[in-house]
């Protein structure tokens, strides 16, 4: 098993997050498919080497968030990120981490 899910202090939360990434000078859609207030796990289509940084645009609805990420761990085109964090930033990820594990009788919008 690798090091970052070893070293992981807090536990992701599933997720189905349409967002993209910022790589090479452009905007590529991909999914989060996990997320924790430290990191995400991410469906790309594209080849990216740990130690990689790219930012990541995403959050609910309208609400939306570039965030600053590095590449801990690559499976194929599952991507392991471990994020740069300050406090707006963190609060942010909060309310999206709650959104998703509250039940609801109504549909979230990704």
């Not at 990541?56 to 994020?83: E, I, P």
């Not at 300050?86 to 309310?95: A, I, R, V």
Request: net charge positive; hydrophobic share 35%; charged share 25%.
């Amino acid at each position: 098993m690798d090091s970052a899910f070893k070293s992981r202090r807090s536990e992701r939360s599933k997720v189905g997050i349409a967002g993209f990434y910022h790589y090479s000078s452009q905007w590529v859609p991909c999914t989060l498919y996990d997320l924790s207030l430290e990191g995400a796990g991410l469906k790309i289509n594209q080849s990216l080497v740990k130690g990689d940084s790219l930012k990541l645009k995403f959050g609910l609805g309208d609400d939306k968030k570039v965030v600053q990420a590095t590449v801990a761990n690559v499976d194929g085109t599952r991507v392991g990120v471990m994020f740069v964090l300050d406090q707006p930033t963190q609060d942010f990820l909060k309310n999206i981490i709650q959104a998703y594990q509250r039940p609801s009788t109504t549909r979230r919008q990704p």
